[in-house]
């Protein structure tokens, strides 16, 4: 089974609109980790922003917050005020267990900021 | 500026070639790691590192070689390589036993004529 899925292969956005990127996971450890990670078409995989299952609080980082469902399995990214530097491959990725050492990763959202 | 250096960042060989792509860390980090990934598809995870010993090999054919000389470098070394194989290979790190994220580099893109 999918541990990572990404239901939008693209979305586009009008630039200094918010976006919502959806990531459903799946896990019975009660451990994990949910990260979402940028690719520009440069190849580098660029850190966003982590949610600890464990955590309280919805993670914020700058203009990214995740809204964590932990009930539904879900940790959508939203992305505020959107710039022309933010299109790019949108990856949602998953560590089982604190102490893991793999990531595992979603097919990914290609967002598209339009002027 | 990213702190994963990958070098050479192309590379273009036969399928009788012998080559090796070089990852570096300066950050302390004590597990890296070996990704590969084809176009339009996520990262896929080849091998891992932790404190220098092979801790992870998720079924990579013998045609890749890793290899950690210390902490901060990671190699991985290529041999009788296949068309297929052609893809981005990205190098991460990251401090062991960390709930934080991965760094990764910017990537190897492979081309095997």
């Known amino acids: 089974a999918q541990k990572i899925t990404q239901t939008q292969p693209g979305m586009f956005v009008q630039e200094k609109e918010a976006v919502t990127l959806d990531c459903t996971y799946d896990?019975?450890?009660?451990?994990?980790?949910l990260f979402w990670y940028k690719q520009p078409s440069s190849g580098e995989m660029i850190f966003l922003i982590y949610?600890?299952?464990?955590?309280?609080q919805n993670a914020t980082e700058g203009r990214y917050s995740l809204n964590f469902q932990k009930a539904r399995k879900s940790a959508n990214l939203v992305i505020s005020a959107s710039q022309l530097g933010d299109s790019a491959m949108y990856f949602c990725?998953?560590?089982?267990?604190?102490?893991?050492?793999?990531?595992?990763f979603g097919t990914g959202t290609r967002l598209t900021v339009i002027p | 500026d990213t702190e994963v250096t990958q070098t050479p960042k192309h590379l273009v060989m036969g399928m009788t070639n012998k080559k090796s792509l070089k990852c570096e860390q300066h950050?302390?980090?004590?597990?890296m790691y070996w990704y590969k990934q084809k176009a339009k598809k996520p990262p896929e995870l080849m091998f891992v590192?932790?404190?220098?010993?092979?801790?992870i090999n998720e079924s990579v054919p013998s045609r890749f070689s890793p290899e950690c000389p210390n902490s901060s470098l990671l190699n991985l070394h290529l041999h009788a390589l296949q068309p297929e194989d052609s893809a981005l290979y990205l190098c991460?790190?990251?401090?062991?036993?960390?709930?934080?994220?991965?760094?990764f580099g910017e990537g190897s893109r492979l081309t095997v004529l």
């Open positions: 950050m302390g980090h004590r597990a």
């Open positions: 896990t019975s450890d009660p451990s994990y980790g």
């Open positions: 990725a998953m560590r089982e267990g604190f102490e893991a050492n793999n990531l595992f």
């Open positions: 949610q600890g299952s464990y955590d309280q």
């Open positions: 991460a790190s990251s401090q062991e036993h960390f709930t934080g994220e991965l760094f």
């Open positions: 590192y932790s404190y220098e010993k092979l801790s």
